[in-house]
């Protein structure tokens, strides 16, 4: 079993920064890719940033230049740091990680319960 807990949402007015942890846990030889998705009210989740076991990143278009992930592998969480934030930015923040078991076998991890993140004066 792989967890997963997101923290670190809340309400923030526009412009304003938030940063999301993502701690994940249980059976773990190492994490191989951890990724952030969100899901706003009537939409599909969609992708924003996910980083590799290298430290390369990607990021959506949409967040380019505002947002940045990290990670901190001695304590397998991975980071979100979102800056200049706007109501566009309003919703659920997931994370998810693709891990290597002590089996030595490949494991998505399950969602975890997400943390809201809303941008409004």
């Known amino acids: 079993q792989v967890q997963l807990v997101e923290s670190g949402g809340g309400l923030v007015q526009p412009g304003g920064s938030l940063r999301l942890s993502c701690a994940a846990s249980?059976?773990?030889?190492?994490?191989?890719?951890m990724g952030w998705y969100r899901q706003a009210p009537g939409k599909q989740r969609e992708s924003v940033a996910a980083?590799?076991?290298?430290?390369?990143?990607h990021y959506a278009d949409s967040v380019k230049g505002r947002f940045t992930i990290a990670r901190d592998n001695r304590v397998n969480t991975a980071y979100l740091q979102m800056n200049s934030l706007t109501p566009e930015d309003t919703a659920v923040y997931y994370c998810?990680?693709?891990?290597?078991?002590?089996?030595?076998?490949?494991?998505?991890?399950?969602w975890g319960q997400g943390t809201q993140v809303t941008v409004s004066s």
């Open positions: 249980g059976n773990i030889s190492s994490i191989n890719a």
């Open positions: 980083i590799t076991s290298d430290g390369s990143t």
């Open positions: 998810n990680a693709l891990v290597t078991t002590r089996a030595l076998t490949p494991f998505r991890s399950p």
